[in-house]
Each structure stands twice: as C-alpha cells, then as structure tokens.
C-alpha cells in the first residue's frame, strides 16, 4: 500500500512539473564529474545489455527497445548511469549512441511516464544529464537543445516535491544531491538549492554515523555516498555558497573509515554488496574531499585492519547490517581478505546481483566468503522475501547476536575475534585468531569452534545425538583471487599460490581435517559472466565441544627487484 500511494503522489509531482515553465539553459557550465567503464561501454556499442544480473543480446536496438526481464533491469536503465559508460569511450559511435537514447528516453518518458520516475532515479539521472550535456547536445540543433532543458526542468521541479519520499541512505543522497546539482546549474532554478541544502546536512547529521559509517556497512556505497556529498559541496562552493557545517563534517567523518578500509592496491575491501570500487575512483574523492585525517584505528564500520610491510587484510568484525539496510547484506562475520602489494590474494567472491538472483542468493552466503562455516548453514539467515514497490528484497532475519574484537599484542597486526551466529542451531561459536608477522610476510590465523558454556554444550550435545553421531560437518575457505595460479605442493599437506608479480606464498594447516583446492568464482562489475578462480578448502568434523584449526600463509618468494616493488607499489598516500 505505501508503494502504490508513493507511486501515485509521484505521479501528480510529474503532472505538476511538467506545466511549469523550463529553464532555457545552464547558469553555470557543467564539468563532467562521473566517469564509467571503457569496456562496458565498448559492451553496450556492440549491443550487449548487461544489467541487473541479465545480459541481452541486442546489436542496433535501441536501449529503449530491449526486452525487459525485470522491473530490476529496467530500473538500472532509468538510472542512465550507461551515460559514464558510453562517456568513457568517447568517439562518435558512443556519441551517437548517448544522443540518440537520451533523446529518445525524452520522447517516451519526458512527460512522466514510465518506471523511471521514482526520486533516486531521478536524481541518479539528472546527476548524469547535467554531467554529459556537451556529449549529448554536441551537434543537435536548437529545437533538440529546447527539448532537453525542458527534461531537466521536469525532473529537478519533481525532485523539489519529492525527495523526502526516497529511502533514507544512498537513495536520498542521490535524490538531493540530484537536486542540489541541477539547482544551482540550471537558470531559474537556484531557488530549490537553499531547501535541498538544509535537507542533505539533516541527513549528514542522521545517517552518517560518529565513526564515518552508514547502516548497510557497504564499503562502496560509503564510497558512493562520500562522492555524492564532495559533488555537493563543490556545486555549493562554484556558486558562491558555504556547505552547512553538517555537510563539511559528514566528509571528514567518512574519509579515514574508506581509508582503513582500503587494500594496499587501492581498492576498496569487498563485503556487504560492494565491490572495489571504480579504478581510480577513491583516490580521487580522497584528494578532493580537502580531509587529510589518517586510517581510523579500530573497527572502521565494523571492519578490522591489521597491516604490516605491504600487506594489509581487513576482516568483517562486526554484526551485519539489520531491518531494511541488511537487504543486500552477507552472510561474511569474521571473513577477510588480504592483498600483498598491489596483488589480492585472498578475496571474497564478491556480489552476485549483477549475475541475476540466484547468484546473488548464492554470493551473500558464508560459503562465499573466506571464514569458517558449518556445513549447510551460514552464520546469518535469509528472511523471507518482502516486496518493495515492483522489486523484492530479502533482508536478513537471524544474525549473530554477538561479534566481538580483542586486540592483542600489537592492535595493527594482531587480534581475536569470534561471533555466535551458530549457537542458536548448534551451540557453537566461531573464534579466529589473526596475527601478521612485522615484516607482513606471514600470517598465522587459528580458527576455533566450539561450545562455550553449559547451555550450548547441551544444545551441541542434542545436535550432534540428532545427526546419529557422525559429527558436525565445517569448512574454513579461503577464495583466491583470480590472477592467483594455485597448486596442491608437499603431498598435498600445502597450496602453493604465485602471484603475477612474481612472488609465492605457501599455505599450511597443522589440525585433523582435510586439505583440497576446489572451483570457486570470482564476482565483480563490468564483467559479462562471474570469473573462475581456485579455493583452498580445509573441510572436518566436529565431535567432541571444540576444535581448534591452526595455519599459516606465508610469502616463500619475494616480488623481483624487491626494493624498486615496494616503491612502485606503495599506495598514494591521500
């Protein structure tokens, strides 16, 4: 019922905004401040649609014309962020393109029709429009040029009237921001700026939280939020405005949580639905959020950093995200990911959502992340499915009640964490122990399951006399990245991985289970289907109220020219 009362009072915002009268041109020249992917635009000119999971085979289609197998991919359409696509590219085919599936976007859906016209969308696409007006106007004659102010028009006045009804978080960002930008670019337009302002800062205050984290406790949405908010501020600034004290504290709040959450090569820790983030992309925001504050210390957003040398890990120690923000949350507490220089080494496989739902079903589970698990089960449990609008969600209904974070010896390279998200189905508890050599060349991890205190030894005693005594079956996984060339060495009692930089770690267990390297996929954008990569898999049975799993990874060989490497491979220090 609330979606289709939200649907109908955006309706008559679009009704109302499309009988005001336009604005007839930019007050100030916008500067391109998104940028896509080179080979997803190559992609969508030769006519593969890769959106939401679906890939559509269409060369010469228009965007417009293709087949729509989800309300979730054409959702993704409205959101026209294929623009920063078809801009990276940049020649005349991607021109052509751009010109002719924007303006064609306008004779269909310019006067309110169609799905599109929901706040973040909205703001989304107004964002990119305003963005990549000279590539769209390039060439077009007057009339063309008429047509598309009166789209911005329509869509910045919607904006104005309806921004409070898009979803707290990244969806009302987006929506103000939107909104903020258009404002103060378009003639006659400034009036809308000054409400959306006050508005951005309340949400700043709310939804940023004192250590820089938001709800989801998705590092690249961070990122997305983080980029939105400098856009912002430096649309303000051009105009001759001070952003709200809010606003400026918001950003320097979130810029050391992204740099603690940071790998050595510069890409961003992988969990809760986000990738790495676009090449480049983070840098950037970080030099030009003017916040020069270090990596927060602690849990940065829930997430543990230890670092040495050049290697960095960072481990999920924190409970997932709940209610509506754990929508697009995993099943990862206590799975990390470490990177060596400029190589990742061990990763998560990553989000499956642009791989269609049962990848993205399969990506959020435990067994996709690398930490322990106890076989068919997940450290939290999906909910039943809740439909929001023309899309479905699945949030998260059972999580770890606790997840705690002891630091050791030395906080940046040695702690121990645990959770209890398998005591309610067998009384046991995950605890993990991480410690990183000075030299960052070793890490020595024990993994511990077990049954704590009497009421769980009870319940693991009742589990395990209803599995007929065969113990209960776990796995501890560790996905490898893609470039990493893995083989079973020593008999098969250790994994030797090389990295393409030339160095070798060597992986080795001392505990009763088996050791074996298996198939796994590597999940990320800009990517037509999910990459094969290699796991090592540690698999045994629990019989007795504890087991203890120790091993190391530790680097056998060192990049080539070692000391020329760790100059070129230290990250920019922004």
Not at 400 to 412: C, K, L, N, Q
Request: glycine share 10%.
């Amino acid at each position: 019922m609330r979606g289709r009362w939200a649907g109908t009072l955006d309706r008559l915002a679009v009704l109302r905004a499309t009988r005001a009268r336009p604005a007839t041109g930019f007050a100030s020249h916008p500067e391109p401040r998104t940028i896509g992917s080179f080979a997803r635009g190559r992609q969508l000119i030769a006519g593969n649609f890769l959106f939401a999971g679906y890939l559509i085979e269409g060369p010469g289609l228009k965007i417009w014309d293709l087949p729509m197998p989800d309300p979730s991919f054409e959702e993704e359409l409205q959101g026209c962020t294929w623009l920063d696509d078809l801009a990276a590219v940049g020649d005349r085919a991607a021109r052509e393109r751009a010109q002719d599936w924007v303006f064609d976007w306008i004779a269909r859906y310019g006067a309110g029709k169609g799905p599109g016209w929901t706040p973040e969308l909205t703001g989304r696409r107004l964002i990119r429009m305003i963005n990549h007006a000279l590539l769209i106007l390039n060439g077009r004659d007057r009339a063309a040029s008429e047509l598309f102010f009166r789209a911005l028009s329509q869509q910045t006045l919607f904006l104005a009237r309806r921004w409070h009804s898009a979803a707290p978080g990244l969806p009302r960002f987006e929506a103000l921001t939107g909104l903020i930008y258009a404002g103060l670019a378009l003639s006659g337009m400034d009036r809308l700026a000054g409400p959306a302002e006050e508005a951005l800062a309340r949400d700043c205050a709310s939804q940023i939280d004192a250590t820089g984290g938001i709800a989801t406790r998705n590092p690249e949405e961070l990122l997305e939020v983080f980029t939105l908010l400098i856009w912002a501020a430096d649309a303000l600034t051009a105009a001759g405005r001070t952003p709200a004290q809010a606003h400026r504290d918001a950003i320097a709040r979130i810029a050391p949580t992204l740099r603690a959450l940071r790998h050595a090569d510069g890409g961003l820790a992988r969990f809760h639905g986000g990738g790495r983030g676009a090449e480049g992309r983070l840098d950037t925001a970080l030099g030009a959020s003017g916040a020069r504050a270090p990596a927060r210390p602690g849990l940065a957003m829930g997430f543990a950093r230890l670092h040495a040398g050049r290697t960095t890990l960072i481990l999920d120690a924190a409970a997932p995200p709940q209610g509506e923000a754990s929508a697009n949350a995993h099943a990862s507490t206590l799975a990390f990911e470490l990177t060596s220089g400029r190589r990742p080494l061990i990763v998560n496989c990553g989000s499956g959502r642009l791989f269609g739902p049962e990848w993205a079903r399969a990506g959020r589970a435990t067994d996709s992340h690398s930490t322990l698990a106890i076989e068919g089960y997940s450290s939290s449990r999906l909910g039943p499915e809740r439909r929001f609008g023309t899309t479905t969600r699945t949030w998260l209904d059972e999580t770890p009640r606790e997840v705690w974070m002891r630091p050791e010896s030395d906080p940046a390279r040695h702690a121990l964490f645990g959770h209890d998200g398998y005591v309610p189905t067998h009384g046991l508890t995950h605890v993990r122990e991480l410690e990183l050599s000075p030299d960052g060349r070793t890490l020595r991890g024990e993994d511990t399951l077990g049954a704590m205190i009497t009421a769980d030894r009870k319940r693991f005693d009742t589990v395990f006399e209803r599995e007929g005594m065969r113990g209960i079956p776990f796995q501890v996984r560790f996905h490898l990245h893609p470039d990493v060339d893995a083989a079973l060495d020593m008999g098969g009692w250790a994994v030797s991985m090389a990295l393409k930089s030339g160095e070798i770690w060597v992986f080795r267990f001392d505990a009763p289970v088996d050791l074996s390297l298996e198939p796994s996929v590597y999940l990320e954008k800009g990517r037509l289907r999910p990459r094969a990569t290699r796991q090592i898999v540690l698999s045994g049975r629990l019989y007795d109220h504890a087991v203890q799993i120790g091993w190391t990874l530790a680097k056998a060989q060192d990049t080539p020219a070692a000391i020329r490497d760790t100059i070129a491979d230290a990250p920019i220090d922004l």
